[in-house]
């Protein structure tokens, strides 16, 4: 059933996920295409496993308003908005500051709370597991607070010209990253394409 928290407090919480940043990226830095679409991405394929690795661990997700709104609009049902084409489902939240003229979603809790109480409620939320972020501003919020633990990007071979960025904070100091891998964590990931 679809609900609305304002300021629920999470005091007591022995959540042990981590919080993921996990998405699919163009070439040239985008996270979506124009109108938050996602319909470049089709056709992609990422490693054997992957997607089974990614659900196994996931215990919960956090959306934002913009793209809610958008899938929503494009896909009305529950079933098509859940995270990798309904091969998971579980508790999702939509963080939005003026949750009642949302389009209603028996299968969305909308949050009205800071990202940091979000986070916190989606990682109770998912009892042990990760709790994965998907909106680029909210993806955004949380690196500038130090609450992503992990960062999961596949890297397509397109380049879009336009959209959402994937992380768009002018301004702001770099944020290192080192890569989970055998070998040197800091080395540069080296790419070859040429036009398909």
Do not use: N
């Not at 308003?65 to 998971?88: F, M, T």
């Not at 690196?143 to 002018?170: T, Y």
């Not at 989970?180 to 800091?186: A, E, R, S, T, V």
């Amino acid at each position: 059933m679809s609900s609305t928290a304002k300021g629920s407090t999470t005091k007591g919480s022995t959540a042990k996920g981590k919080v993921r940043w996990h998405l699919m990226m163009s070439l040239d830095g985008f996270a979506a295409g124009p109108g938050h679409s996602l319909d470049w991405a089709g056709g992609t394929t990422v490693r054997p496993g992957c997607h089974e690795e990614a659900i196994g661990s996931l215990g919960a997700v956090l959306g934002g308003r913009r793209g809610y709104d958008a899938i929503a609009a494009r896909h009305p049902g529950e079933a098509s908005r859940q995270p990798y084409g309904g091969a998971w489902s579980g508790p999702v939240f939509v963080l939005t500051h003026h949750p009642g003229d949302a389009i209603p979603d028996p299968g969305m809790t909308f949050l009205d709370c800071d990202v940091a109480e979000a986070v916190a409620i989606g990682l109770v939320a998912a009892a042990g597991k990760d709790l994965e972020i998907h909106s680029q501003d909210i993806a955004r919020q949380c690196v500038e607070r130090g609450l992503v633990d992990e960062f999961h990007v596949h890297l397509a071979p397109v380049m879009l010209g336009s959209g959402v960025r994937l992380f768009d904070a002018p301004g702001i100091d770099p944020v290192r990253w080192e890569r989970i891998h055998d070998g040197d964590p800091l080395r540069a990931v080296e790419l070859r394409y040429r036009p398909a």
